[in-house]
């Protein structure tokens, strides 16, 4: 019914008239084509893509409006037919998603920026303000743009009333998520509201695996190692496993170096030293080795100046141990070196690595070795998408990355692919 008489009676010209059927028919279309999938199992869904092509046709005759007022202070109902644009696109937004068609949305966005829509946003109702921030934000989470994620996730939060818990907490999961990808933890305080019951204990033990380079904790804060299998299905059913997989890698090797740095340091050893404070790679190579295998040792704190590694030397562990295992090889220093040298080309370490008689050794930054995780990050664009820059200030997090978009910084980089820079003889 929606195809063959609601969509040519909005495309006609006295269509505007009917902007509250259209809203109420979109999101009954896109619920029931979701729920007739659901039940038949059909694994390509020809409901909701039937559904998707009949709500794009009336989405695409709402931005065709022309009946927008001229003055200074429109209202929504001097925007005619684009009182609906927002409802019809986060309906589409419910499909994209669902069916995993996440580029789609970059369309809309751009179809949205470019009927200067946003110029007016702030008309349409809260409700749908908030749906669309969410879907936004998601979008800039899988396209890696993580500060304007958590920027629009935040305005998304804040914009959902504090009794609907049940939104709320789906904003905060991916809010928190992008947060600690900018090396930004989750207060008490935010931990501590309703609609975030149960998402301290999933995300506290990752951020205290970041801040520790503690790559077995990370992997039981995951669920692929330890006794509670429900962690693991946690991240998977929120889609976040494999991008804070991916993503914290990069964090925990900071940390691990920072940890080692710590440990070592003149001032932990009672020696003193001129010149810009130096970290042996042989210690980090130790500390990466006790991090990445499995809880044998009683005390961590061996890395003393009379310790010495053999790297050839098999002795330490029984043939198909994994006690050392880096991805089910054992961890070597060229490892150890690749990642090194990517934390300095990437600036999440100031310093240089320099070669010496006794091995390479890291020679940090006399000041700020460890900068901010956040200013490093600067959004990448995507001239194709041409999707909307975010300016949220008021959120939980906003504070921490205000100078990072302020600065810039330079792109964020996987470890794959290292080149080696970053030597000095």
Known sequence: MFGRVLNPVFNSVQGTIFVSVIKAASALTASSALRIDALSRDPRCPCSEAAMNVLLRSFNSTLGERTVAATTAPTLQAIGKKAATIRLANDLFKLYFKMNQIRLCATIHSNIKTASIPSYLDLYPKSEQCAYNYYHGRHYFYADQFVNALSTLERAYALARPRDHKQRKMIARYMIAAAIILGKFPSDVLLARPECAGLGGMFLPICHAIRLGDFRGFRRALGDEGPDPGRKQFWIRT??????????QILLWRGLVRRAYLLTRPEQTGMRRK??????????????????????????????????????????????????????????????????????DQGFIRGYIARQSSGPVLVLGKSDAFPPVAELYREER??????????YEGGPFSAHIASAVASGGGN??????????????
Do not use: Q
Request: charged share 30%; glycine share 8%; proline share 7%.
């Open 412 to 425: 964020v980089v996987r470890l794959s692919g290292v080149k080696p820079i970053g030597f000095k003889g």
């Open 275 to 344: 010149g810009p404070p130096t970290l042996d790679m042989r210690n980090i190579l130790i500390l990466a080795r006790f991090l990445h295998g499995p809880e044998r040792v009683d005390n961590p704190l061996f890395l003393g100046e009379g310790f010495h590694c053999d790297e050839d030397s098999d002795t330490d562990s029984d043939p198909g141990d994994d006690e050392t295992s880096y991805y089910g090889l054992r961890l070597e220093t060229v490892d150890v070196e690749c990642a090194i040298i990517s934390l300095l």
């Open 382 to 391: 995507f001239p194709e998408e041409d999707i909307m820059e975010s300016d």
């Open 239 to 248: 889609e976040l496993y494999l991008i804070l997989k991916l993503r914290c």
